[in-house]
């Protein structure tokens, strides 16, 4: 009995620590489990904050500027929530908030901001957002390639802004974007002036609608459309620009664009260096509306427009253009591999343009056409059509620096060749 008794134990003992090894291996599987599943809702939990775009990790919430800002109380920065499924942004969602210098560009800290940045699709800013610089909105969604749409920018406040800055900086602020609408209507800058230069620069807008953009403020829209790919047409309202001096670049590069419609007046421009650069598909071009008296540059205006057949500068003087040796190079290249076979223009700026380009080497072969050129018009001072190189037709300007002529290319002769 004490052996099978013995036995009994010997197997009761190995059964018992079966049972032991059973319930430690089964409880610990359990607290395995558990420690999975408290991870996997963690990592959930931050999943709901944050995902990974192309870019880098795009966050669902934040602040402008760094994580943390000593010179501004939290409760006081200016916050954003971004809806990842939609791309809508919202700006200062819960309450008014300032920023300072130091909170710099709008999600430009760091990859992960710029990859968040490029992720919205529009934006809605909800509370009053005083604006800590002047340069604080530009390039605000620069590259957020799906960006179409902004509303509420007189929620905007700029009196922070220090009293000795008197521009504006909106430079670049829709530059790389699909831009559609921002209610521009609603801005409010006071007295202070705008600088919209490359504003939309390399969007992939088809159309863009100015008609709501305070123009009546913008000093500088230099490289406003440029680069636009897949920009057709133009169409600029008919709004007083007063301020606007620098036009360069506007609209260069855009190889797609085959029409213009300009209407605004722009009476103090001074420059309109390679406003259409490279504009192959524009086969004319009417700027009679523009009301430019005071423009200084045209070096490569019209160059590489490859198409470009007529145009008109209506009652442009050009009177502001330097015909000195050292300034003559403003005209340089102004039509340069561009095939113009009308001009429209005033008897003061043949003459300016034959100043400008007389002294320069450089420009004297491309403007207009080769000094072999001769171009056919009604002569205003003789009363009479009549067929003359280009230098020649400087020597008949009219008493009213406003007339205007209409100069058509002829067929090459040579100089000897008579008026007729």
Not at 4 to 33: D, E, P, R, W, Y
Not at 108 to 133: K, L
Not at 220 to 246: H, V
Request: glycine share 4%.
């Amino acid at each position: 009995m004490i052996a099978k008794f013995s036995k009994f134990k010997k197997g009761l003992a190995l059964t018992v620590s079966a049972l032991l090894a059973t319930t430690a291996f089964a409880t610990g599987s359990a607290n395995a489990n558990s420690s999975a599943a408290d991870n996997q809702a963690q990592q959930t939990s931050e999943n709901a904050k944050s995902t990974t775009g192309p870019l880098g990790v795009i966050k669902s919430s934040g602040v402008w500027g760094k994580d943390s800002n000593p010179t501004v109380n939290d409760e006081d920065r200016c916050s954003w929530k971004l809806d990842r499924v939609t791309g809508q942004m919202v700006l200062a969602p819960d309450h008014e908030c300032i920023l300072t210098p130091s909170d710099g560009l709008f999600l430009d800290q760091n990859d992960t901001q710029r990859a968040t940045r490029h992720a919205i699709r529009s934006m809605r800013v909800e509370h009053t957002v005083h604006v800590g610089y002047s340069k604080q909105l530009s390039g605000m969604f620069r590259d957020a390639s799906n960006f179409k749409n902004l509303t509420g920018m007189d929620k905007f406040d700029f009196s922070k802004v220090t009293s000795q800055v008197t521009e504006i900086d909106l430079s670049e602020m829709f530059a790389g974007t699909n831009y559609q609408f921002a209610d521009f209507e609603n801005l409010n800058v006071g007295d202070r002036t705008l600088n919209i230069s490359g504003m939309f620069s390399n969007s992939s807008s088809r159309n863009i609608d100015i008609t709501n953009m305070p123009f009546d403020k913008v000093t500088k829209a230099t490289g406003l459309f440029q680069d636009m790919e897949y920009l057709k047409k133009a169409e600029i309202p008919p709004l007083q620009a007063n301020k606007l001096t620098d036009m360069a670049f506007m609209f260069a590069g855009d190889v797609e664009m085959n029409s213009v419609d300009w209407r605004m007046k722009t009476p103090n421009a001074k420059t309109m260096e390679s406003m259409f650069d490279g504009c192959k598909e524009l086969d004319h071009l009417n700027l009679s509306k523009m009301k430019a008296e005071n423009i200084a540059v045209t070096k490569r205006a019209f160059a590489d427009c490859s198409k470009l057949q007529v145009v008109d500068l209506g009652d442009m003087t050009l009177s502001g253009i330097d015909t000195g040796v050292k300034g003559s190079t403003v005209a340089d290249n102004m039509f340069l591999n561009s095939p113009v076979r009308e001009l429209n223009l005033t008897t003061s700026a043949v003459k300016s343009l034959n100043q400008a380009t007389f002294y320069s080497t450089e420009a004297a072969p491309d403007f207009p056409a080769t000094t072999r050129t001769m171009w056919r018009a009604y002569n205003p001072v003789t009363s009479k059509y009549m067929t003359l190189l280009w230098w020649t037709w400087s020597n008949f300007t009219t008493e009213d620096p406003h007339e205007e002529i209409t100069l058509e290319l002829a067929d090459n002769v040579d100089l000897e060749t008579t008026a007729q």
